[in-house]
């Protein structure tokens, strides 16, 4: 069975265990197996915990085909920074990259509730004179169009969820659209 790295800052949620647990499920029904990074044993109690899940992530990411990015605002206007350097990572392997989003405001919009933003010589800046990036997109360009041309758009919803960390919805698009791309589509269905 074909194997999709699901990447993204579930891994912080209280519940993480049982969203990677539906995840896999959900990648399962559609005949693809999906590597959640909780899935490595890793004993946090040891002086390098932080290099082997590392090397443990990095490790499903080259096992894996294709991932599915979770590029859901995270602890600020934009993703993940680990999600985002995986991203990055698939992308320049060559491999599918698919990506989805809870929240789909522009990114412009999302900084505005942080901080301060305003007009000047024709573009936005943030309180610290910044340019904030304003093309319309849901997050940086560089991650919207390595999903663009590595793999498929970002999945957006039409409007937030009510609960942007549980809501699988969006996932489940990408999963479907693996699915179809790798050639597993109906695989696994019952």
């Known amino acids: 069975m074909t194997k999709i790295y ?5 891994v912080f949620l209280p519940d993480a265990v049982e969203i990677g647990r539906r995840k896999a499920e959900i990648c399962a029904r559609h005949g693809l197996i999906g590597l959640y990074p909780l899935d490595n044993a890793i004993d946090l109690t040891t002086r390098d915990a932080s290099l082997g899940i590392f090397r443990s992530n990095e490790a499903m990411m080259i096992e894996a085909c294709a991932i599915i990015a ?8 934009g993703a993940d920074a680990g999600t985002v350097y995986e991203l990055g990572f698939m992308a ?3 491999k ?3 990506g989805y989003c809870n929240d789909p405001a522009p990114y412009a919009d999302r900084v505005r509730k942080f901080t301060t933003v305003e007009r000047q010589d024709g573009r936005l800046v943030d309180t610290d004179g910044l340019t904030v990036e304003d093309f319309g997109l849901s997050d940086n360009l560089m991650m919207i169009h390595a999903l663009d041309l590595h793999g498929c758009a970002l999945v957006t919803p039409r409007q937030a969820a009510a609960d942007r960390w549980h809501d699988l919805a ?3 698009t990408c999963v479907r659209m693996a699915a179809g791309r790798l050639g597993t589509a109906g695989a696994g269905m019952s």
């Open 6 to 10: 699901l990447a993204g800052p579930d």
């Open 70 to 77: 979770n590029l859901t605002p995270f602890r600020g206007p």
């Open 92 to 94: 320049g392997r060559g």
């Open 96 to 98: 599918l990259c698919l």
């Open 170 to 172: 969006a996932f489940e």
